[in-house]
Structures are given as structure tokens and as C-alpha cells.
T-cell receptor, first 112, second 112 residues
């Protein structure tokens, strides 16, 4: 079934460690996104990518970086994790900017 | 600043008891309004996109409507499998991307 896969499903991480969350889509969508979802705050955009080779900052980019080497993959890296980055992270994609976004199953990250 | 307010926060219905969920929004230059369904531990699942006031869309027991200030998600004769959190989001152009602002959601529980 076509869609978005994310890995890992969940992770517990010590503060200060580096972590990369993986996202792969097989829909050949141009645009991809990373969101975090926190209780009482809703989904917030971290970074986005219009197309392979380009990335941009969303609402809450501090402490995160992304890369888009090809159409299918959009990894999110926490260079030095902090407890405030404990959250559920969702990757999404859309055919183009402005189109409907389709979400992956999420990664639950706990930073201790 | 863009705002999306969903009400009620939680709703408990008997099976077959129709009701409506509300999404009030404030955004300048609305491009689209989205409804998603989210099951516990899963990513948001796309339901509808509405683009202009007066537009309506239906899918099984769900119907979404849009005015200039709010959207409603009407649930007709709900079943227990309709239990989920329903998210509303608005989209507008913002710099290099289409900014999407999500509401916190309405948690719907349908009792057999």
C-alpha cells in the first residue's frame, strides 16, 4: 500500500544525544513536512521541503535540521536532544505545496 | 495570527445520535480548510478539503460544510467505529510555503 513510513515507532533518548527520525514516502510527492504534536497544542510545523534539494523552516525549527537528498526521503535530525523535544513527530507529504497533506504513522520520542 | 478553535473538546454520543463538530477560524487569505480523523497512536487521516464558503462534501456518515468564519463536521447516525479525534486545519500562503494551522481537535466517543 502506497504511503509514508516512519522509523523508529518510538524511542527513548538521553538528553544531549543525537537522533535522526526517518521518513520515506512512495507516492512521488514533491513536498514533505515534519510536524510535532503535543497535548493541548495541536500539530506544529518544524521544517518543510518544496522539492528535492530544498528545505525551509516552519514555526518551531530550533534544535532540528532536515535534508532532502531525493524525492522519497526526508530525515529529521535532533543534533543534541533536550527534554522539551519529547513529543510525537509526524512526517507528511503532498503532491505540491498547498495540496492536501498525507501523514505517516508517527514517532513517539521521549528525551530524558 | 491564524487561529483555529474546535468545539466541543470532547463529545460523547449514543450510536445513531447525530451531531455536529464546530471549527471556528481566523485567517487572512484562506486557501483551504481541512478535516482529518486521528485514531489513538496513529497519524491524522485525511477526510475533506473545503475551499470556499458554501461548499459541502460528504463521505459515508460525515458531511463537512464551510462558511466564512467556521466549518462544521456533521455526523449522521454515528457508529462506534466513528470514535476518534477530529482535527480541523486552515491553510494560507506564507512566504515560501503554505502555512497550515491545526486546531487541537474534538475527541468523539460513540457508545454502542
Amino acid at each position: 500500500i502506497a504511503g509514508i513510513t516512519q522509523a523508529p515507532t518510538s524511542q527513548i533518548l538521553a538528553a544531549g544525544r543525537r537522533m535522526t527520525l526517518r521518513c520515506t514516502q512512495d507516492m512521488r510527492h514533491n513536498a514533505m513536512y515534519w510536524y510535532r504534536q503535543d497535548l493541548g497544542l495541536g500539530l506544529r510545523l518544524i521544517h518543510y521541503s518544496n522539492t528535492a534539494g530544498t528545505t525551509g523552516k516552519g514555526e518551531v525549527p530550533d534544535g532540528y535540521s532536515v535534508s532532502r537528498a531525493n524525492t522519497d526521503d526526508f530525515p529529521l535530525t535532533l543534533a543534541s536532544a533536550v527534554p522539551s523535544q519529547t513529543s510525537v513527530y509526524f512526517c507528511a507529504s503532498s503532491d505540491d505545496l498547498g495540496d492536501t497533506q498525507y501523514f505517516g504513522p508517527g514517532t513517539r520520542l521521549t528525551v530524558l | 495570527e491564524d487561529q483555529v478553535t474546535q468545539s466541543p473538546e470532547a463529545l460523547r454520543l449514543q450510536e445513531g445520535e447525530s451531531s455536529s463538530l464546530n471549527c471556528s477560524y481566523t485567517v487572512s487569505g484562506l486557501r483551504g480548510l481541512f478535516w482529518y480523523r486521528q485514531d489513538p497512536g496513529k497519524g491524522p487521516e485525511f477526510l475533506f478539503t473545503l475551499y470556499s464558503a458554501g461548499e459541502e462534501k460528504e463521505k459515508e456518515r460525515l458531511k463537512a460544510t464551510l462558511t466564512k468564519k467556521e466549518s462544521f463536521l456533521h455526523i449522521t447516525a454515528p457508529k462506534p467505529e466513528d470514535s476518534a479525534t477530529y482535527l480541523c486545519a486552515v491553510q494560507r500562503p506564507s512566504g515560501g510555503y503554505q502555512k497550515v494551522t491545526f486546531g487541537i481537535g474534538t475527541k468523539l466517543q460513540v457508545i454502542p
